[in-house]
């Protein structure tokens, strides 16, 4: 079902404290606006992230998702608008480039202890869940960037997140790792309680595990959860992943157009 | 002919002169490769010319020259460390600028005030020779306090120095970091500009890590084999000043260069 209205307009306090699940918010974002030279990138956009839920947020090339999701890991400030962590809130970010310096040698093994301390059983178990313990003593800057995603995912996943935010988790990686890798993830979010917010172009993989999507291109165009045809792993099974990603399905009937620019054309607002 | 150099290295200022050298090139090592993999280069190179309008300053205001050196170079590093962060121009401009500025700055300034006359050779490349006791404490000073520094927080500079937005998500304090190694980076241009000058200490910081890229592993090993590189080079250059009576400095970076050279165009 969609909703094809902005979320609730209330103030952030009273949305992090919803009646029905006041200890479940993990990440509270409310009326953030954000302009880069002049031009408004995001506009009053409020989102929240619960225990255990995956949110897939998807739009065109420069839509602002990455901003809008390194306004809510603080890592950037918003012109306005607020931002809520859940206290103490354990986060583990994939962001969606790595720079690798070539001067620096760094074995991948190396690069995840950077993170957190944990025990050399914990590093095995999470690089064979990823299919990457072969690559542990190899160096950084020598493995691809399909492999250079499994090292980044399981860096966040080191640290047992409560929040794991993903930006374009599965860039590069190969089409077999892709459907590994979201049901990876959602695996994860389900067994630990891991609440994901995640940026994806592959509706046809995350939408059988995504709770909810949400459609961004400066504002918030519409939100809801997946079409549940999707749902049936047979699905996927029956057409491979080229068919189902010619047949991937979100309907997505806008009640309004863009011009080129991202502007609304025709708004019809309930 | 090992005699007459055994000789003269229990002179006081050899002895002198090959310690500060040693102890800077240790030193040299861990914080050249930060600055190496930062690309921080240009950086180090604005804050040793922008230290000679320390010494203009020291000599207009009565104070130590020393000292004035030391504060100089600490606020010119925060001053940088600010700009970066409002990045209105790109920071290679930015610093571009500034350290020609402040280098002409600091030669008008001295010779309005007509006392001395400073010794350009002597700024670029120091006198590693005249070295006395005081210049040898300052330099023991602060290697002792950057390899303490650098000791403890090694793990967490190197997180920021990988990937900085990773490093403040898992609750590194960024900003602080960043601001210790560059004013570990500034103290350690101040201490050396009067004895080993300008371009011995950046030439110190930048071509031993460069050199040891293709030996390493680890950044460990980097920053280690850096600091084994740059003392061989101290010994060798002025080893070679000795016997060849060129001067102290320059010889040094004559051998680093050499190294350098030797380690990236063999197959090792």
């Known amino acids: 079902m969609l909703v094809r209205k902005h979320f609730l307009s209330t103030p952030l306090m009273e949305f992090m404290q919803s009646p029905d699940s006041p200890a479940k918010v993990l990440l509270a974002v409310s009326g953030i606006s954000k302009n880069f030279a002049g031009r408004k990138v995001l506009d009053n956009i409020t989102l929240r992230v619960d225990e255990g839920k995956i949110i897939t947020l998807i739009g065109p090339n420069g839509a602002g998702k990455t901003t809008l999701v390194r306004i809510a890991l603080r890592l950037a400030a918003a012109d306005s608008g607020a931002v809520q962590h859940r206290s103490g809130l354990r986060i583990g970010y994939m962001p969606q480039k790595m720079h690798v310096e070539p001067t620096l040698p760094v074995t991948v093994v190396r690069f995840l202890q950077l993170a957190e301390n944990f025990s050399a059983t914990q590093l095995d178990a999470t690089l064979s869940q990823l299919n990457i313990l072969q690559l542990k003593n190899h160096q950084l800057s020598a493995i691809s960037g399909g492999e250079m995603q499994r090292v980044l995912l399981a860096r966040a996943l080191l640290r047992q997140p409560e929040l794991l935010i993903l930006d374009e988790p599965a860039q590069g990686v190969d089409l077999a790792g892709q459907a590994e890798l979201y049901q990876l993830i959602s695996k994860i979010s389900k067994r630990d309680n891991c609440g994901v917010l995640m940026i994806s172009h592959d509706l046809h993989l995350v939408m059988s595990a995504t709770d909810e999507v949400v459609c961004l291109n400066h504002h918030v165009c519409c939100h809801g959860k997946p079409e549940q045809v999707s749902n049936d792993p047979a699905y996927l099974d029956l057409f491979g992943p080229n068919t189902a990603r010619a047949l991937a399905v979100y309907t997505h009937d806008h009640n309004h157009e863009h011009d080129l620019t991202g502007n609304i054309k025709t708004a019809h607002h309930e | ?268």
């Open chain 2, 1 to 268: 002919m090992n005699n007459t150099f055994l000789q003269l290295l229990m002179s006081d200022f050899v002895l002198y002169a090959l310690v500060a050298g040693l102890s800077l090139a240790l030193i040299a090592g861990p914080l050249g490769s930060f600055i190496v993999w930062r690309r921080m280069s240009y950086f180090g190179d604005t804050l040793a010319h922008s230290s000679l309008l320390g010494v203009a300053l020291g000599i207009v205001g009565d104070i130590n020259p020393q000292l004035s050196i030391i504060i100089s170079c600490l606020v010119f590093a925060a001053i940088l460390t600010m700009l970066d962060r409002k990045p209105s121009i790109s920071t290679d401009t930015l610093l571009g600028i500034l350290a020609h500025s402040t280098l002409a700055l600091g030669i008008v300034l001295l010779a309005l005030t007509d006392s001395v006359r400073i010794n350009l050779e002597a700024y670029l490349f120091g006198s590693l020779l005249t070295i006395n006791q005081l210049d040898l404490v300052w330099i023991l000073a602060v290697v002792a306090l950057a390899s303490t520094v650098l000791y403890f927080y090694w793990n967490k500079l190197l997180s920021v120095t990988v990937h900085a937005e990773l490093a403040k998500i898992e609750g590194v304090n960024v900003e602080r970091l960043n601001l210790m190694l560059v004013m570990l980076i500034a103290l350690t241009i101040a201490v050396s500009m009067k004895v080993v000058g300008v371009l011995l200490i950046i030439s110190l910081l930048i071509i031993p890590p460069a050199a040891a890229r293709r030996l390493a592993q680890t950044p460990e090993q980097m920053a280690f084999k850096a600091s084994l590189i740059g003392a061989a080079s101290i010994v060798l250059g002025l080893f070679a000043a000795f016997y060849l009576d060129t001067p102290a400095g320059p010889s040094i970076v004559v051998v680093a260069t050499a190294i350098f050279l030797g380690l990236n165009f063999s197959r090792v």
